[in-house]
């Protein structure tokens, strides 16, 4: 599988409502890191972040794991 079939697919699920609410301090605090590394060193997941970013005003539980997903598999590169 390819990263931009994931990309879609991650978007799909991460703009869907059904997912309980979560804290978006701590859902700020991961796509902010992520903008971070997309800016000086990952751009390769630029558009992923982009998607993400997309939620920042009401994030779902869904899209936290996902942003904590992406984290943990592309920071620990660098």
Request: glycine share 6%; hydrophobic share 45%; aromatic share 6%.
């Amino acid at each position: 599988m390819n990263m931009i079939s994931t990309v879609n697919k991650m978007a799909g699920l991460v703009l869907s409502e059904d997912s309980p609410a979560c804290d978006a301090f701590s859902y700020r605090t991961v796509i902010g890191k992520l903008m971070f590394a997309c800016s000086t060193t990952r751009i390769d997941i630029a558009h992923a972040v982009g998607l993400l970013a997309r939620r920042l005003e009401a994030p779902r539980e869904l899209c936290l794991n996902a942003a904590n997903a992406y984290e943990n598999g592309f920071l620990c590169v660098l």
